[in-house]
């Protein structure tokens, strides 16, 4: 097991070492010695980022799911692969072992392809976090559909959007799903996003409510039936390490949203790479990841990653605060976790709330804590660290987005002495640099940048899809050679990183990457609304929160601002979903603007914050005066 298991820090440093020198050779004996190959590769890099264009173990053939599940089934065919919590507690836990995995990852794949599906075909699934949510992603990679989960959580508009961008043909949705207390009507959803989508022939639905719903003659399919005549035995397509796996989007800055598209190869050496060792994963552990599958954190840490260790991966269809603030708690109690990974936000609203809803439960059985999505604030931390790990518990602060597939840099707990707020050290093969504002890199300790890095890692993702261009734009052409991650970051003294946010035009809220303009463009729909800009402000719990300026069309000065407020929001929801909604909205009678038209975010960002000591340079303002007005009236 060579460099696979991390033990202490000064192997880190060896492992790290080493595969900075050699990547390919370090790479080479990851993908050899721990994954089983149809073929092997033929090379294990090539890459240019000028292009870009990067391909990890070109030449070799395999399938994920004969990773992630086939070759468990000899050593830990009884083994719980998937331990599904449903959203309410009086309902039982299910087990699926990798035996039962393997059957219905079979069956699925033989429903998909009884409905049309092939290889290179896409897959839209929406939906709710239950079993089936996994092993439809699982069954789309067995037989080489590349699938695009969509968040459940996104509004029908945002859905369409997606399927529409990739051109699925199938989308896999459930009659409804359970929120806490909450009944969602999903498949209505789906329905109304449809009728925006020619290209969709079938619809797969998976019964979870049992609601009564519309179900379109030809189109839609109840999934049980087909699940039960279907065949239990599936042979995995065999696929070319650079085909693609799939797709997730996410926001940009500017326009539609981006579908990053992974590949087969790479993404599964490397995420299964860093779960071993970010988690230090070993067997019989009960991990927990409570991500939503509909996020990369969800992709690559609760299906690929663990299954591909033979872990067992606990998959929660609730929410925090149901039936009360101690559930992730009792779970932990129920299910004997040993590894923890949750979101800050998620951290902060527990911390809110009664001590007594942690301390009830028997939390023993922990040994890793896990943060993901933003920074972590000290505080967050140290109630994590303090009341959830009882101070024996690393906290592994992982910093990582959609664009790179798994965790670029974090602690190794047990081995890399952590600091609170601090993601502190890439990991083996990840070469970050930090990059002054005029495209030089930043050398030495105790200085801060913007993050780049220098050279690839096997899962990053290789294009956005059906728009090389904008991939290209986004992430190669701020710093020459260098990909861009869109944030800022400190190294200290000691080389530690410290991620210190966005510098671009996307806001974190509750975790969640949202970027203004697809927002500003909801709003700007409203027929009252003449322009609209949005930043972010800073939130007790949700870190950043957004705070929207809109200025008013004639028509809708005499509208009543409460009811126009209200409608703005509901706007969003339905473009968006209700993440993106806006927590405080301030009808403006400009925006300020430079010269050259561009809305200068900086001043409103400082207004929304209430720090406006200092505004900085404003002389390149058209419409300074406005700024006065606005700070006037601000909330
Ligand atoms: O700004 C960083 C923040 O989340 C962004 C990526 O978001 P997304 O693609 O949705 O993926 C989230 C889950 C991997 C990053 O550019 N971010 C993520 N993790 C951290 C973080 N910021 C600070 N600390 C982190 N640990």
């Known amino acids: 097991m060579s460099n696979y298991h991390i033990k202490n820090l000064e192997e880190y440093f060896q492992v790290y070492r080493k595969s900075v020198r050699n990547p390919e050779e370090f790479w080479e004996e990851v993908a050899e010695e721990h994954f089983v190959w149809r073929k092997k590769w033929d090379s294990v890099l090539d890459w240019d980022f000028s292009k870009p264009e990067i391909k990890w173990f070109d030449g070799a053939q395999l399938n994920i799911t004969e990773n992630c599940i086939d070759r468990h089934l000899h050593i830990r065919g009884n083994k719980t692969a998937i331990l599904f919590e449903p959203n309410d507690p009086n309902e039982a836990a299910e087990h699926i072992t990798y035996r039962q995995l393997h059957e219905r990852v079979c069956k699925f794949a033989n429903v998909l392809k009884d409905n049309g599906i092939k290889k290179g075909d896409r897959v839209v699934i929406y939906l709710p976090m239950i079993p089936e949510l996994a092993i439809s992603v699982l069954a789309c990679a067995r037989i080489g559909a590349v699938h695009s989960v969509v968040f459940a959580g996104f509004s029908s508009t945002a859905l369409a959007t997606r399927i529409n961008d990739c051109e699925a043909k199938m989308v896999i949705a459930s009659d409804g799903s359970y929120r806490g207390a909450k009944t969602i009507d999903l498949k209505g959803i789906v329905d109304e996003a449809l009728t925006q989508c020619p290209g969709v022939e079938t619809v797969l639905v998976a019964k979870r409510t049992g609601a009564t719903i519309h179900m379109e003659e030809g189109r839609d399919h109840w999934l049980e039936p ?97 039936p009360d603030f101690g559930r992730f708690w009792e779970v932990v109690q129920k299910h004997k976790v040993t590894q923890f990974y949750t979101a800050p936000t998620a951290i902060r609203a527990l911390a809110k709330e009664n001590l007594d809803f942690v301390t009830k439960y028997d939390l023993s059985s922990l040994k890793v804590l ?33 664009e790179t597939g798994g965790v670029l840099v974090s602690p190794i707990p ?27 890199e930043i050398k030495g300790n105790q200085v801060d940048g913007r993050l780049c890095i220098k050279f690839p890692w096997p899962s990053i993702a290789r294009t956005i899809w059906g728009d090389h261009q904008r991939y290209k734009d986004t992430y190669f052409s701020a710093f020459e050679g260098k990909y861009f991650t869109g944030d800022g970051a400190l190294r ?96 403006v009678p400009g925006l300020p603007k430079t010269r050259s038209g561009k809305i200068m975010r900086r001043i409103l960002r400082k207004i929304a914050s209430k720090d406006t000591g200092n505004l900085g340079d404003i002389s390149t303002l058209l419409n300074p005066e406005v700024v006065d007005l606005i700070m006037k009236e601000s909330l």
């Open 226 to 322: 087909l699940l039960e005549k279907a065949y239990s035995d599936f042979p995995a397509e065999i696929m070319e390490a650079e085909d693609p796996l799939f797709i997730l989007y996410t926001s940009g800055s500017t326009g539609r949203p981006k579908g990053m598209m992974h590949t087969t190869a790479g993404y599964m050496v490397y995420t299964a790479f860093t779960f071993k060792n970010v988690f230090q994963y070993r067997e019989n552990d009960i991990y927990w990841c409570t991500a939503d599958i509909g996020w990369i954190t969800g992709h690559s840490y609760i299906v690929y990653g663990p299954l591909a260790n033979g872990a067992t991966t606990v998959m929660f269809e609730g929410v925090p605060s149901y």
């Open 370 to 402: 896990g943060t993901v999505g933003e920074p972590i604030n000290e505080e967050a931390w140290h109630w994590y660290n303090d009341h959830v790990g009882e101070k024996k518990c690393p906290i592994v602060d992982t910093w990582w987005q959609t």
């Open 414 to 440: 047990f081995s890399t002495p952590t600091k609170p707020t601090y993601a502190t050290l890439p990991m083996p093969g990840v070469q970050p640099a930090l990059m002054d504002e005029n495209g030089k």
């Open 492 to 587: 200290d003294e000691v080389g530690y990183y410290r991620i210190t946010g966005r510098v671009d035009d996307v806001i974190i809220v509750s975790g969640h990457n949202l970027g203004t303009a697809p927002i500003e463009d909801a709003i700007n729909e409203h027929p009252a609304v003449a322009e609209s800009a949005i930043v972010g402000f800073p939130h007790d719990i949700k870190g950043n929160a957004l705070y929207g300026y809109i200025i008013l069309k004639e028509t809708g000065e005499s509208r009543d601002r409460d009811n126009l407020k209200k409608e703005v929001n509901q706007m969003i929801t339905e473009h968006i979903g209700p993440i993106a909604k806006l927590d405080k909205i301030q009808f």
